[in-house]
């Protein structure tokens, strides 16, 4: 498991993440959530050493974060920031591979190719692995960002934002992924996500985040609930059940 304490990140005197502590459960999909400068990606950012504590630790699997060397680090998590933006001519299957890295340095083996088939096939891309980044959908973009993650074959898997800027469709394919590699893989997936909805179909756990502090961290029918909601975003929830699914109605 992921043990966060008492961490806190300040950018000048503004406290950004404020005395959080948590402890992530494996084998879950954990949801933050929370409006925007909630601190939700600085809290990702600080958990995966993409980001500098201030003070506070993060313990992972039983070891200090920063006691962790890089090549260890990144076969233990994976992690995919909200923006991806690359600049070269690459096919899926190559951006697949770049998964492979922290275990083939750049020398892929058997080993190595089982593992990028593998996430193909489970990310449904096998029908465009030869096509270019540049030719393809947001939906289809993100698939291939997610596989390359799913390639990398880590235990932990990090995601900020991964629905951002896809439609209905796309965003339920991958939020139905992601269930599937917790369920059927036994991966930890932890992603910060704006939608209420999708996170209360989807999510294992919920933290809520306001103003950098922890509201609420819990079970999502524990969190998916009107008092919580509408003192984190500060509007009228109302909650639904609807094929036995939690569902915030906010207009």
């Known amino acids: 498991m992921i043990e966060v304490k008492n961490i806190k990140k300040k950018y000048g005197s503004k406290s950004v993440v404020d005395d959080v502590s948590i402890t992530i459960k494996k084998g879950k999909i954990t949801s933050f959530i929370g409006p925007n400068g909630a601190g939700k990606s600085t809290l ?48 899926v299957k190559d951006l697949v591979a770049f998964g492979r890295y922290p275990h083939s340095k750049g ?85 910060v996500i704006h939608d209420i909805n999708f996170a209360s179909c989807y999510s294992d756990e919920i933290l809520a985040l306001q103003e950098g502090k922890v509201i609420a961290y819990d079970r999502t029918d524990t969190i998916i609930n009107e008092d919580i909601l509408c003192k984190m975003y500060d509007i009228e929830f109302n909650i639904q059940t609807i094929n036995d699914q939690k569902i915030c109605v906010y207009y």
Do not use: C
Not at 61 to 74: C, I, M, P, Q
Not at 133 to 140: I, K, P, V
Not at 143 to 155: C, H, P, T
Not at 159 to 186: C, F
């Open 44 to 91: 990702l950012g600080m958990i995966t050493r993409l980001i500098k504590q201030d003070s506070g630790q993060v313990i992972i699997e039983g070891v200090k974060l920063e006691d962790w060397k890089s090549d260890d680090l990144a076969k233990k998590i994976a992690i995919l920031k909200q923006s991806n933006h690359l600049d070269i001519k690459l096919s």
């Open 107 to 191: 020398r892929l083996n058997e080993t190595d190719r089982i593992k990028i088939d593998q996430a193909l096939n489970y990310m449904e891309l096998d029908s465009i692995k030869d096509k270019f980044l540049d030719e393809l959908s947001g939906g289809q973009k993100q698939r291939a960002f997610i596989g390359m993650i799913l390639a990398q074959d880590s235990e932990y898997i990090f995601l900020d934002e991964p629905l951002n800027n896809l439609d209905m469709k796309h965003s339920v394919q991958i939020m139905r992924t992601l269930k599937r590699i917790t369920h059927e893989l036994g991966k930890t997936v932890v992603l």
